[in-house]
């Protein structure tokens, strides 16, 4: 039986980017960093997470994936991006101010929504995630 999510794939311009994104911008700790053959397996994750590891996955043709579909994926991030999902925190204000002021683009400010507030983001890749902080 499926117990948890352990790993997530990210599909990223840059891996070296994204690295300094996720650990200088969000405060993430590096998982792994591991070099097979011509493949670099890089994971990060919120400090408080351990048991999760986002994958920072370079968009290049592998056995999964031809030049046409990163190419694909290329355009998407360019103009729209990709979720990446949602990340909680206590006080979405806060959290807020402290990454725009470290450089992190927001799509929007803190706005209460039936959820909780949320701000949305982009990371250096063209992906966006959630920021909610859950009514008390």
């Known amino acids: 039986m499926i117990q948890r999510l352990s790993h997530m794939n990210l599909y990223v311009l840059d891996q070296e980017r994204a690295r300094a994104f996720y650990t200088d911008k969000l405060g993430f700790a590096v998982r792994?960093?591991?070099?097979?053959g011509s493949f670099r397996w890089l994971t990060v994750g919120p400090p408080?997470?351990?048991d999760l590891e986002l994958v920072l996955m370079p968009l290049s043709p592998s056995q999964f994936m031809d030049e046409?579909?990163?190419a694909t994926l290329r355009t998407i991030l360019a103009r729209t991006g990709l979720s990446g999902g949602v990340l909680e925190t206590a006080d979405c204000q806060k959290t807020y101010e402290e990454l725009a002021a470290k450089g992190v683009e927001f799509v929007n400010t803190p706005t209460e929504r039936p959820y909780g507030i949320e701000a949305l983001f982009k990371d250096d890749s063209g992906n966006w995630f959630s920021i909610v902080q859950r009514p008390q």
């Open 68 to 70: 046409a579909s990163c």
């Open 48 to 50: 408080g997470q351990p």
């Open 32 to 36: 792994a960093d591991v070099t097979l």
